[in-house]
Structures are given as structure tokens and as C-alpha cells.
């Protein structure tokens, strides 16, 4: 197979190569959507059978190249029957997110699919025919899915209590335009990310897989992914969205639990308690296009190593658990 042939498969593994059970999780549901039969899968905590209890609602947006079942292997199924909390995992139109990077490749299907309101249609209905704790409602998404819970999250701050963005950061295109970071309340925001991510650059860039890095140097080429803030630059204007001081922040090194690994993180917070506002980094130092805990689905030359000092699913729960719109 040559490069150009297995890029495909390439781009499915990096995005959505999280899962470690063997059957996909939740019960697969679609409906339509300005013409266009969308789908999910979702999951109910044992919890609810016993009771009616207004629940916690995570929405987790797999990677580009992934779909619905593929990230509902990946552990969040299992967190939610234990804190139960209600989980869904919507499907992006032929594995991706309209996500505002405005990647050339997927101008066309962007042209005509909106996935923030496809995401905002799916989140009524859940609310209107499950018990969701309104003032809990949490966003997470890997990769293409962590750009698409910023775009989310812009345009609708006011429905969630906080958000997770995993392995991406803000697409440039809110920077330079023509987009406008300019969310409408506060929002609480947890950032996880390696600064050895070969496809997601810690310091910004063109995001390119180091397979076929001659393939991404023009933006004209199929194969180009857009471009994006420096992580740094991303949370900083949380920070700053969110009225904190960026001064102020609270930096802990992580134990060192697995030497072997390569890795060390480093957590920065921005906090205000009074508003239960809080802004956080998971720095993953020598980590690559990975969650702390999870899979290492590729070679770590491909995509990096995976840290073993911290479980990324757990941490995210954790983050979440406490913030309430």
C-alpha cells in the first residue's frame, strides 16, 4: 500500500484510535436535520432506572476521521454508569466536524452542514425527552472534535457549564479571521494537550501528520488541515475571556508515576471560587496526539507517546463535576 493510499486510514487511526473495549456502547439514534439524517449513540446511567433525578449531560465529540462508535469505546461510557451522568456521542457528516478551520478539502460539505446547530438540535431533544440537569451540561471533543466544542461553545456559552478541549486548539481562523472569538458569558475551560503532538503543534501552525509533511506545505493541496493558535495563546484568551488574572496562576508538576513513559504534566489553573470559574492546562510534556491513559494506536514516532502519569478520562470528569451554569 503506499503512502498516499493508507493516508485515509491514517488520518481514522490518529483521530479515533481511543477505544479499548471490543462492542461500541450506547444505543444508536438519528433523526433529521435540514434534510440530512444525522446520528448518535447514547447512554443512560443504571442510575435512571431507579430514578428520575435530574442527571448531569456529557456530550463528547469524537476526532475527525472517527465516528460515534469508535469513541464510545474509549472509557466515558463506563465513568458515566459509575457517577451517573448521561452520555452522548453525536456522528459528524463522513467523519468530520464543520469546526470553522474552513479546511479546503471540506469546503464543499461545509458550505451546506451546519454541526453547531445539528449539536444544538440534538441537545433540546435529549433535554426535552431525558431528565438533564440543565445547569449541567459538559462539552468534550478530541482533535477535530476539540476544535468543534470551541466553535460549540462560542457560539452558545450560555447552555454549558464547562468544556473540555483535547489534543487542538483555536483555529486560526478566529485569530485572522473571518471568524470572532466572542463568547457570551463565562465559561469554564479544561485544555490537555502534548507538546510533542505531531499532528496538533504545541506552538501552533499548520497541522500537518509527519508522515506526509511535503504533502501539507500548500494549503491548495487536498490534504491540508487548516492551521491553529499556539495552545499558550488559545488559553490565554479563556483567561482573559473569563476576567481572570493571568498572573495568577496555580502551576503543580504531576507525580511522576511511569519514568518509562517519557512523559511529565504539568497543570495550570486560573481559578475565581466566588464564580466557580476555572480556566485549566494540562500541560503533557513529550506527550504526543494522545489522552494521558489512553491507547498508544500508532507507532509513538508517528504520533508520539502516550503519558502514563495521569488517566485523561477521569481528570476530565473531575474538572467537570463541580462547574454549573
Keep these: 500500500m503506499t ?3 493508507a493516508f485515509p486510514l491514517f488520518i481514522f487511526l490518529l483521530s479515533s484510535g481511543f477505544g479499548q473495549s471490543i462492542r461500541p456502547t450506547g444505543t444508536e439514534k438519528s433523526f433529521d436535520h435540514n434534510g440530512t439524517t444525522r446520528s448518535y449513540r447514547i447512554h443512560l446511567p443504571r442510575s435512571l432506572a431507579d430514578s428520575e433525578a435530574k442527571t448531569p449531560l456529557v456530550i463528547c465529540l469524537h476526532g475527525g476521521g472517527s465516528d460515534a462508535a469508535t469513541i464510545s469505546k474509549s472509557g466515558w461510557t463506563t465513568l458515566a454508569d459509575k457517577e451517573s451522568f448521561i452520555i452522548v456521542y ?5 467523519r468530520h466536524w464543520n469546526d470553522g478551520r474552513q479546511v479546503k478539502k471540506h469546503a464543499a460539505q461545509n458550505a451546506v452542514i451546519d454541526d453547531v ?6 441537545l433540546n431533544e435529549i433535554s426535552e425527552t431525558h431528565p438533564v440537569d440543565t445547569s449541567r451540561i459538559y462539552v468534550l471533543g478530541l482533535s477535530n472534535g ?8 462560542i457560539e ?3 447552555r454549558f457549564a464547562a468544556i473540555s478541549v483535547q489534543i487542538a486548539s483555536l483555529p486560526s481562523t478566529y485569530i485572522d479571521g473571518p471568524l470572532e472569538f466572542s463568547p457570551k458569558a463565562p465559561l469554564s475551560v479544561l485544555f ?6 505531531t499532528f496538533m503543534p504545541y506552538e501552533g501552525g499548520k497541522l500537518t501528520p509527519n508522515m506526509t509533511p511535503r504533502l501539507i506545505k500548500s494549503e491548495t493541496h487536498d490534504f491540508g488541515q487548516g492551521s491553529a493558535t499556539p495552545v499558550t495563546e488559545a488559553v490565554a484568551l479563556w483567561v482573559e475571556h473569563n476576567q481572570l488574572d493571568i498572573e495568577a496562576c496555580q502551576i503543580t508538576e504531576l507525580p511522576d508515576l511511569d519514568v518509562a513513559d517519557g512523559c511529565r504534566i504539568i ?6 471560587k466566588e464564580k466557580n470559574i476555572a480556566i485549566e492546562l494540562y500541560e503533557v510534556r513529550g506527550g504526543g496526539h494522545t489522552i494521558p491513559g489512553g ?5 509513538a514516532r508517528i504520533i508520539g507517546p502516550v503519558c502514563r502519569d495521569l488517566s485523561g478520562i477521569e481528570a476530565t470528569w473531575e474538572f467537570f463535576e463541580s462547574k454549573r451554569r
Excluded: I, V
Design 3 to 5: 503512502k498516499l493510499a
Design 90 to 94: 453525536p456522528e459528524g457528516l463522513n
Design 117 to 122: 446547530d445539528f449539536l444544538m438540535n440534538l
Design 146 to 153: 476539540g476544535f468543534m466544542t470551541q466553535r460549540l461553545a
Design 156 to 158: 452558545h456559552t450560555e
Design 192 to 197: 490537555m494537550n502534548g507538546t510533542e503532538d
Design 267 to 272: 497543570h495550570h489553573r486560573w481559578g475565581d
Design 295 to 299: 491507547a498508544q494506536y500508532l507507532p
